[in-house]
C-alpha cells in the first residue's frame, strides 16, 4: 500500500508563476486536506474536502486553488506564486471525520 | 474555536529515562485528541488518540498518553526513552461536535534523547 504520495516533492519557482501539487490516496478514504507547515507555527489547514466533488476553505486559503475531480486526487494549485508561499506542503487523507490522519511525505516549495 | 499548546519548544532526555511531552487543550465540545509524529524530512505519522472511554490511551512505539479533563490536557509519555524516538512531536484537537470541525495542531515539541 503506497497511502498518500504527493509530487513533486521539490519545486523552485519565481514570483507570478503557477503550478499544482498532486496528492493521490488509495485507501479509498473520503475526507482529504492540505496543510502548510512553516517553522514555529506547526500545520495550518488550507483546504480540505469531505468527498469527491467537494472542497472548502481551511484556514489560511488566500492564494490557493483545490479541486477533488476523482475521490483518490487531491489537486492544490498556486496561480501567482509570491515569496510568502514558501513552505512545505502536506496532504493527508482520513477515513471519517474524526479519524486519524494520514499523510504524505510532503512538497517543498521555494519561491523566489 | 478549539486551540492547542505545547508549552515546550524542545524536551531533552536521557535514553532509558522516562518521557513526558507536555499538551493542553481548548474546545466548546467533547475533544478529539491526537499525537503525531514527524521524523527529519517525513511526513506526520499518527500515534495515538482520544475519543472517548479510558483515560491512559496506549499507542504506538510504546507511547502512551493521559486524557484529563478537568485539566484539560493530553501528555504523551514513555516509561523509557530510545534515542530513536528523537522527532518532533505534535498534538492536535478536533471538537467533536455534529458537522466538520477542523483538526487544529499545536507548534511542535522536538523531542531529544541522548545516548
Known amino acids: 500500500n503506497a497511502g498518500v504520495t504527493q509530487t513533486p516533492k521539490f519545486r523552485v519557482l519565481k514570483t507570478g508563476q503557477s503550478m499544482t501539487l498532486l496528492c493521490a490516496q488509495d485507501m479509498n478514504h473520503e475526507y482529504m486536506y492540505w496543510y502548510r507547515q512553516d517553522p514555529g507555527m506547526g500545520l495550518r489547514l488550507i483546504h480540505y474536502?469531505?468527498?469527491?466533488?467537494?472542497?472548502a476553505k481551511g484556514e489560511v486559503p488566500d492564494g490557493y486553488n483545490v479541486s477533488r475531480l476523482k475521490k483518490q486526487n487531491f489537486l492544490l494549485g498556486l496561480e501567482s506564486a509570491a515569496p510568502s508561499q514558501t513552505s512545505v506542503y502536506f496532504c493527508a487523507s482520513s477515513e471519517n471525520r474524526g479519524g486519524e490522519l494520514f499523510f504524505g511525505e510532503g512538497s517543498r516549495l521555494t519561491v523566489l | 474555536a478549539q486551540s492547542v499548546a505545547q508549552p515546550e519548544d524542545q524536551v531533552n532526555v536521557a535514553e532509558g529515562n522516562p518521557l513526558t511531552v507536555k499538551c493542553t487543550y481548548s474546545v466548546s465540545g467533547n475533544p478529539y485528541l491526537f499525537w503525531y509524529v514527524q521524523y527529519p524530512n517525513r511526513g506526520l505519522q499518527f500515534l495515538l488518540k482520544?475519543?472517548?472511554?479510558?483515560?491512559l490511551v496506549k499507542g504506538s512505539y510504546g507511547f502512551e498518553a493521559e486524557f484529563n479533563k478537568s485539566q484539560t490536557s493530553f501528555h504523551l509519555k514513555k516509561p523509557s526513552a530510545l534515542v530513536s524516538d528523537s522527532a518532533l512531536y505534535f498534538c492536535a484537537v478536533r471538537d467533536g461536535s455534529t458537522g466538520f470541525q477542523k483538526l487544529v495542531f499545536g507548534t511542535g515539541t522536538r523531542l531529544l534523547v541522548s545516548p
Open positions: 482520544y475519543i472517548t472511554g479510558d483515560n
Open positions: 474536502s469531505v468527498g469527491e466533488g467537494t472542497t
